[in-house]
């Protein structure tokens, strides 16, 4: 079958545990899973976080899982990119939703001191590519994070904070572990993600059933994370956007990867099956709608990359407000009030 033709970047993207420095090049995995079904108590139940650790187990199993690895090692390598334009050394370091260290494999160990992989999905962790880093591989819930406070100089995560429940407590959880002046880089799915295979399914359904569900978990809009990372304890914050286009060959194609991936809605309010007349409406429509000139159909996956920082007193903080000398009205003036010697320069 064939796969996608490739990737094109269209725009500007608790519980205490102890955590061991020690044999910092030794492989270990612990457990810290939640308890099977458990959420907070003020988050609303979405998602089946159960079904989703069987979707993830089920796609680190395949005998070929690389063949679906293409889009988070696309947006691994773009963190990893973020990682390196800060230029400080840290000790320790956490990804949060490992999967099968997609971030890791583009770190080096003059950069990273030690990681900890953090993933729901065991066979994820077993399964994890290789890199030069000492990690340590730990089963967790990134709703119910194992660590203390003040444990880590950064905490990276990619592509899998789009499927929890309650992203406000995971991201003060995050915030919670990380060590004054430490930093935070993740990235996660946007709402205009899959907007062709969702308006297709919806469509189709439509003509065919008399009303759709939904088929497309759904997605944080990015005029709220920066509002969830300031409420969680956040500042000098950084949020932008990134759209990655693939072609496939056609939709059903497309949700065959989706599936490759672990990527597979399991929202409590979907619907369990599709009549087939219904999915072959949808892929006509999906074609009909959007078919590239050599025949293949697109999906847009819009990422969201984010950055925040722990406070510490270190840290540049604006002017108070009133303090300026210089109104923004005098910048048109600004030659006339730089000593000549500096202007000669």
């Known amino acids: 079958m064939p796969r996608p033709a490739g990737l094109w970047r269209l725009c500007r993207r608790p519980w205490a545990a102890r955590v061991s420095a020690e044999n910092p090049g030794r492989r270990e995995i612990t457990s810290g899973v939640s308890p099977r079904g458990s959420t907070s108590l003020r988050a609303l139940n979405i998602f089946d976080r159960d079904l989703k650790r069987k979707q993830k187990n089920w796609a680190a199993r395949q005998p070929e899982p690389t063949k679906f690895d293409y889009l988070k090692e696309e947006v691994g390598s773009r963190i990893a990119d973020r990682v390196y334009d800060i230029p400080r050394a840290f000790p320790l370091a956490l990804d949060l939703g490992c999967g099968r260290g997609y971030i890791a494999q583009y770190l080096n160990k003059e950069t990273i001191g030690k990681l900890f992989q953090v993933d729901i999905a065991e066979n994820a962790l077993k399964n994890s590519l290789e890199t030069e880093i000492p990690t340590v591989s730990v089963l967790a819930d990134e709703e119910f994070l194992p ?199």
């Open 147 to 345: 660590f203390r406070e003040n444990t880590f100089d950064l905490v990276v995560s990619s592509l899998s904070l789009h499927w929890v429940n309650d992203l406000p407590r995971a991201l003060e959880q995050i915030h919670y572990i990380l060590k004054p002046d430490g930093v935070f880089i993740g990235a996660m799915f946007g709402g205009d993600t899959l907007y062709e295979l969702r308006c297709s399914l919806q469509l189709a359904e439509t003509e065919r059933e008399g009303g759709f569900s939904p088929h497309v978990s759904p997605f944080t809009a990015v005029n709220d994370l920066g509002h969830l990372l300031g409420r969680a304890g956040f500042n000098t914050l950084t949020v932008d956007t990134d759209e990655i286009q693939v072609n496939y060959p056609g939709m059903f194609e497309l949700m065959e990867d989706l599936q490759g991936m672990g990527e597979s809605n399991c929202s409590w309010n979907r619907k369990a099956l599709l009549h087939r007349d219904t999915m072959l409406a949808a892929a006509a429509v999906y074609r009909e709608m959007y078919r590239n000139e050599d025949g293949s159909v697109p999906a847009t996956y819009q990422i969201y990359y984010m950055i925040g920082w722990k406070y510490h007193e270190s840290q540049a903080r604006p002017a108070e407000r009133g303090s300026a000398t210089v109104s923004f009205g005098e910048l048109g003036k600004i030659n006339n009030l730089m000593p000549q010697g500096k202007k000669s320069q």
